[in-house]
T-cell receptor, first 115, second 115 residues
Framework: GAVVSQHPSRVICKSGTSVKIECRSLDFQATTMFWYRQFPKKSLMLMATSNEGSKATYEQGVEKDKFLINHASLTLSTLTVTSAHPEDSSFYIC???????????FGPGTRLTVL | AQKITQTQPGMFVQEKEAVTLDCTYDTSDQSYGLFWYKQPSSGEMIFLIYQGSYDEQNATEGRYSLNFQKARKSANLVISASQLGDSAMYFCAMREYSGYSTLTFGKGTMLLVSP
């Protein structure tokens, strides 16, 4: 149980385009999902907390107009990187908190490359 | 101040030997949880083991055990009988249960298991 999927796993796009990444909890309902960014050989950096039916809570320094988060249902959160630039190239990982579980379950990640 | 400190950027161990990955944490909360995750080169974050602050016994999951020393605020991961497939990045994380709680990660330790 507690499986989280993420799509796409890898995306390459041109500078200036927008990219949407989906995060789904497959076998549980997640009222809270999290989006992280990870640079090579670095730790995970929390970008935002996504709450179903309400606005996401962004961490300091994360541009909410650049990284749009939507949590429309209890099993789906999306991260849209708007007008992507090469510096947005990174590994993006989502996670979800399962009911009655102290921890978080992670998706497999999305590797974004902006040319 | 860092909440999770992993002082070992890299560790080497021979197959079948045991290895300890260090983790110290900083919190004033009485209720918190400590987690270890494994991240292989594929990027997915794999949950390994959890220790609650009120758990009196050290957590164990197969070859993984968590050496929890509350007074010293340390939560070291012990991997017994290392296998080649254990080569990965290992992250220690903490969740404080009061207030706005999310996982805070350490910088990670890269473990390399040699034949």
């Amino acid at each position: 149980g507690a499986v989280v999927s993420q799509h796409p796993s890898r995306v390459i796009c041109k500078s200036g385009t927008s990219v949407k990444i989906e995060c789904r909890s497959l076998d549980f309902q997640a009222t809270t999902m999290f989006w992280y960014r990870q640079f090579p050989k670095k730790s995970l950096m929390l970008m935002a907390t996504s709450n179903e039916g309400s606005k996401a809570t962004y961490e300091q320094g994360v541009e909410k107009d650049k990284f749009l988060i939507n949590h429309a249902s209890l099993t789906l959160s999306t991260l849209t990187v708007t007008s992507a630039h090469p510096e947005d190239s990174s590994f993006y990982i989502c996670s979800a908190r399962a009911p009655d579980s102290p921890g978080q379950f992670f998706g497999p990640g999305t590797r974004l490359t902006v040319l | 101040a860092q909440k999770i400190t992993q002082t070992q950027p890299g560790m080497f161990v021979q197959e079948k030997e045991a290895v300890t990955l260090d983790c110290t944490y900083d919190t004033s909360d009485q209720s918190y949880g400590l987690f270890w995750y494994k991240q292989p080169s594929s990027g997915e974050m794999i949950f390994l083991i959890y220790q609650g602050s009120y758990d009196e016994q050290n957590a164990t999951e197969g070859r993984y055990s968590l050496n929890f020393q509350k007074a010293r605020k340390s939560a070291n991961l012990v991997i017994s009988a290392s296998q080649l497939g254990d080569s990965a990045m290992y992250f220690c994380a903490m969740r404080e249960y009061s207030g706005y709680s999310t996982l805070t990660f350490g910088k990670g330790t890269m473990l390399l298991v040699s034949p």
